[in-house]
């Protein structure tokens, strides 16, 4: 720890630790709702596809719902002694903000079937929308 203090790395790691928590933490909030709102839709889908990529294609050599930026964030807490002790961001962010302490499967349904509800919603509205933006063009 001495080390890091000298070079000005632990105070750049609890910066980076604090910002992660907020970024992730908005992140998987706009993944839930940005779907319901006409202006953030193409981005909401990006953000899905993006997180579609890491589970599964990146998860595919890191193990089925990896994250890079919950890697990059765990590693991070594990330079500052705050190693995680959770195998689910999730798990650990309702441990984190609220001190409940969900089963680790229930948590693990619960954020797969949102999920899962939430692809079906931006494919559902963004292809919707695509073909009344189409259709209008059409007209005039």
């Known amino acids: 720890m001495k080390r890091l203090r000298r070079y000005g790395l632990l105070f750049q790691s609890t910066t980076f630790d604090n910002i992660s928590l907020i970024f992730h933490t908005l992140f998987i909030l706009f993944t839930i709702v940005g779907w319901r709102f006409v202006k953030t839709r193409r981005i909401h889908l990006i953000t899905v596809l993006l997180t579609i990529f890491s589970w599964v294609v990146l998860g ?81």
């Open 60 to 140: 595919y050599w890191h193990g089925f719902g990896y994250c890079f930026w919950t890697d990059w964030h765990w590693n991070v807490r594990s330079l500052l002694g705050k190693p995680p002790l959770h195998n689910s961001y999730i798990q650990f962010l309702i441990i984190e903000l609220t001190g409940l302490y969900p089963p680790y499967l229930l948590t693990q349904r619960v954020t797969t079937i949102v999920f899962v509800l939430i692809i079906v919603m931006t494919l559902t509205l963004n292809v919707r929308d695509y073909l009344r933006y189409s259709s209008l063009r059409r007209r005039h």
